[in-house]
């Protein structure tokens, strides 16, 4: 079963707004990683987030994490066509697990021109 | 840099039929993972390993087998394709932190 559980499902916004997408989780964590994946490609890393840091920032995207409340956002700002693709968050677990990565569903976000 | 290659791109198996993925990474990394992806859902672990010659299973190895004979190779091998295995698959390694992703591999099996 998937760890995280991601909000919205998908979301459709116009360029120069901002998105928001929201992910849960259910176990402790060792970071938080967000990634983005483009139609038909790989996914690729944003940000990672520590279990120990509750706020971080990487151009126009901001990730916040309450570990209280096991649950993460992304934040996009001044959206571009460009961003249209799936986000992914994703939780690892520490290297005693192996650093594996268990994915949430995904947000579909749409920017429309 | 190359980064993480996966090959085959595509491929169509017929049921029964038995073929090997395989990723290649040149950063050096210890850990190296496989993943499948059906429509509209996140990823799930198949297996993984953490070094050269170690293997382990993730979420879902059923039907799946792998091996790292060479630190930079992970291949990931289905003895017996069913449809159910029809799915994107896509290999990452890490070093630490963050996973790098290859292009993915689209298997259909008929």
């Known amino acids: 079963s998937q760890q995280g559980e991601e909000d919205p499902q998908a979301l459709s916004i116009q360029e120069g707004e901002n998105a928001t997408m929201n992910c849960s989780y259910k176990?402790?964590?060792?970071?938080l990683q967000w990634y983005r994946q483009n139609s038909g490609r790989g996914l690729v890393h944003l940000i990672l987030?520590?279990?120990?840091?509750r706020e971080k920032h990487s151009g126009r995207l901001r990730v916040t994490l309450d570990t209280s409340k096991k649950s993460s956002s992304l934040l996009i700002t001044a959206s571009r066509a460009a961003d249209t693709a799936s986000y992914f968050c994703?939780?690892?677990?520490?290297?005693?697990?192996?650093?594996?990565?268990?994915f949430g569903g995904g947000t579909r976000v749409l920017v429309k021109p | 840099n190359a980064g993480v290659t996966q090959t085959p791109k595509f491929r169509v198996l017929k049921t029964g039929q038995s073929m090997t993925l395989l990723c290649a990474q040149d950063?050096?990394?210890?850990?190296m993972y496989w993943y499948r992806q059906d429509p509209g859902m996140g990823l799930r672990l198949i297996h993984y390993?953490?070094?050269?010659?170690?293997?382990a299973k993730g979420e879902v190895p059923d039907g799946y087998n792998v091996s790292r004979l060479k630190k930079q190779n992970f291949l990931l091998g289905l003895e017996s394709a069913a449809p159910s295995q029809t799915s994107v698959y896509f290999c990452?390694?890490?070093?630490?932190?963050?996973?790098?992703f290859g292009p993915g591999t689209r298997l259909t099996v008929t």
């Open positions: 990452a390694s890490s070093y630490i932190g963050e996973q790098y």
């Open positions: 176990t402790s964590i060792n970071n």
């Open positions: 987030i520590r279990s120990n840091e």
């Open positions: 994703a939780t690892d677990a520490g290297s005693a697990a192996g650093n594996k990565l268990t």
């Open positions: 950063m050096n990394h210890e850990y």
């Open positions: 390993s953490v070094g050269e010659g170690t293997t």
